[in-house]
């Protein structure tokens, strides 16, 4: 079993399965296979897959799978979802597959769990926008009850009479939450639990130092970065074609408007705040992140480059360039506790 201490400095890759511009699905799902395997021999602590329906930016609908999948493939490394969404999954399903996987591999498997969006996924998997609105802390509350081995439900979501959960888990769940911000619901209802925060790529230091003050108590947090060692062109030249299909792609389940984010902008911003460019800056920008943040785990995302040859190098190259410049410099983040 994994084992993991406050404070400790892990960092692990986040791959999203993105479909960039002539790219067909099932090579993207062996691409990340790939890398999952490139990331145990590059020396990272953990891989995490995203799970997104019905549109390229992401082709994985079921990240708890592919994870399933990988850790078979694999022998050391930690395996992770960000995020299974519980608005479209029966958390009692969840509870299970997850309580299998943690038996065969030997606890390497962790869960990233999320609200999702207000998408045509709701429609489809029949969960309804109730649930997605009012119905995650009941969701996330059943999940964890099925952990413990027992559980019933007497909710305004779920309602059943009391089951035994087979296979008996071995071992609590080792789960982060994912929010948005320092005002999202998600990072009380976090606290509450004592689940950590799993922290967007979307979001500068300086904003997830606010969330991480929001939730108030020392945790294990987990943050994403995009990290791309060598020429930042390369971020330039991908990103915006595929980030184009994959926010157009987001259709909402009641006519609400989606994300509306420009492409070329979101890209200078991703460049602009994450480690993207020579091995230097990158070993500087994430000591930077880690002693403002102070989260001392952090997840990159290494498909920027848009191609299986450039996602590998990329993974090779931060293990050899990258990370052992952090670990060396920093055992731990200052003020993770």
């Known amino acids: 079993m994994v084992q993991r201490g406050r404070g400790q400095l892990r960092f692990g890759v986040f791959l999203v399965s993105g479909r960039f511009p002539g790219q067909r699905d099932g090579d993207v799902l062996r691409r990340s296979v790939r ?9 990272f ?28 493939r694999t022998s050391r490394i930690g395996v992770g979802t960000a995020v299974s969404v519980l608005s479209t999954t029966h958390p009692v399903a969840l509870a299970e597959q997850w309580a299998v996987l943690d038996a065969v591999s030997g606890g390497r498997l962790r869960l990233g769990v999320g609200r999702g969006g207000p998408w045509r996924d709701l429609e489809v998997f029949g969960t309804g926008l109730d649930r997605y609105e009012r119905g995650f802390e009941e969701t996330l509350d059943v999940f964890l ?4 081995g ?35 619901d998600a990072v009380r209802q976090a606290a509450d639990r004592d689940l950590p925060l799993l922290l967007g790529l979307h979001a500068d230091d300086e904003e997830k130092a606010r969330t991480v003050a929001a939730y ?15 020429d930042a062109d390369v971020v330039r030249r991908a990103l915006p074609a595929w980030l184009a299909d994959g926010l157009g792609a987001h259709v909402t389940v009641d006519g609400r408007p989606g994300p509306r984010k420009d492409p070329g902008e979101y890209t200078e911003r991703l460049c602009a705040i994450h480690p993207v460019g ?6 500087r920008t994430l000591e930077t992140s880690l002693r403002r943040t102070g ?43």
């Open 278 to 283: 020579d091995a230097g800056h990158c070993v």
């Open 145 to 148: 009850r099925a952990t413990t």
């Open 295 to 337: 989260v001392s785990h952090v997840l990159m995302f290494v498909e920027a480059s848009g191609t299986p040859e450039g996602t590998f190098e990329n993974i090779a190259r931060i293990g050899t360039e990258v990370l052992p410049a952090l670990r060396a410099s920093s055992p731990a983040a200052p003020g993770s506790g």
């Open 45 to 72: 602590d953990d891989v995490w897959f995203a799970e997104h329906h019905f549109m390229p930016y992401g082709v994985c609908p079921s990240a708890i799978t592919l994870a399933g999948h990988v850790l078979g």
């Open 35 to 43: 890398a999952a395997e490139l990331a145990e021999e590059a020396g």
């Open 150 to 184: 027992r559980v019933e439900a007497r909710g305004r979501h779920f309602a059943f009479r009391e089951v035994p959960v087979v296979p008996g888990p071995e071992r609590r769940p080792d789960v982060v939450v994912a929010c948005g911000g320092p005002e999202s």
């Open 216 to 230: 108030g108590k020392p945790a294990d947090h987990v943050s994403t970065v995009l990290c791309q060692v060598g």
